[in-house]
């Protein structure tokens, strides 16, 4: 049996760098047609020359209007949408006692209000296909959230909830929605590729695959998520994490060859 994504139309969110680039470029290579969709507007330039993504949509997540718009590109472009993969996030750290409320307001606009924002702009159109797939970036930290990342941590929690209310609200539709959860991907939006050799391996100790995620681990869980092959799973939180925390000392294991 093979993973076969050809023709199928992809949306991915925060397409411009990072996991997202890589999810967009991995499902451009399996055949799909990818619509990059992505604040930074420079960063997206180039990626339809390069055949990594049929189109580039600059666009605000945050902004409902914005997100119509370009969803009605799609559909005028290519007459429906078969995938939604909610990958922009962003991150904020600090102690709760004087988290600026500000800024928490911004990350929950993009991490909660955003994924809102795009699956009310595709629903309409999934439910008239009676088909689709919508796969949600949470994190492991909204299991288990750090010491001064409340923000990130309660944000990625309610992408779950979200998930799991979606799958049921939309399963009579022939839509299914789905998180994962990844663990330690070193990317601009962490300080992971920073870390000296102590905190790194400190860091890797909490792993039972010990090393870094890679981009490719998650875009990999991305296309068995959106292909036939997971038609009957729905609602579901995926570990891409290496299995962090999986026992209390993982590090155990490797300390012990
Ligand atoms: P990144 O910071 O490298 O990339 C995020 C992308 O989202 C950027 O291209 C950015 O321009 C875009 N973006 C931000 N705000 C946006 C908005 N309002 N509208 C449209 N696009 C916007 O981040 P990374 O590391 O690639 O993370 C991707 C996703 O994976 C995020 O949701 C993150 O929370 C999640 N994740 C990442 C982990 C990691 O270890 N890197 C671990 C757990 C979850």
């Given at each position: 049996m093979q993973i076969d994504l050809s023709g199928r139309v992809v949306l991915v969110t925060g397409?411009?760098?990072?996991i997202g680039r890589t999810i967009a470029e991995t499902f451009a290579r399996e055949g799909a047609h990818v619509v990059a969709m992505d604040l930074d507007a420079d960063a997206l330039a180039g990626m339809e020359q390069d055949s990594h993504a049929a189109l580039a949509l600059p666009c605000d997540i945050t902004d409902p209007a914005q997100v119509r718009e370009a969803v009605a590109a799609i559909e005028e472009r290519f007459?429906?949408?078969?995938v939604l993969i909610n990958n922009a996030g962003i991150n904020a750290e600090g102690p709760l006692e004087s988290f600026d409320p500000e800024l928490w307001d911004r990350l929950f606009a993009v991490n909660v209000r955003g994924v809102l924002n795009t699956c009310q702009a595709v629903i309409p159109l999934m439910k008239r296909q009676r088909a689709g797939r919508i796969i949600n970036a949470a994190s492991f930290a909204a299991v288990i959230p750090s010491v001064d990342a409340a923000a990130y941590g309660a944000s990625k929690a309610a992408v779950v909830q979200m998930t799991r209310v979606l799958a049921s609200e939309l399963g009579p539709w022939g839509i299914t929605v789905n998180a994962y959860a990844p663990g330690m991907i070193p990317t601009a939006m962490n300080g992971f590729a920073a870390l000296g050799e102590e905190a790194a391996a400190a860091k890797l100790?909490?792993?039972?695959?010990?090393r870094w995620g890679v981009p490719e681990d998650v875009a990999k869980l991305c296309l068995f998520l959106a292909s036939?092959?997971?038609?009957?799973?729905?609602g579901a939180l995926l570990?891409?994490?290496?299995?962090?925390?999986a026992t209390q000392d993982p590090g155990a294991a490797w300390r012990a060859l």
């Open positions: 397409a411009a760098r990072g007459g429906r949408l078969d100790d909490q792993l039972s695959v010990r036939d092959l997971s038609d009957y799973v729905t570990d891409v994490s290496g299995g962090k925390f």
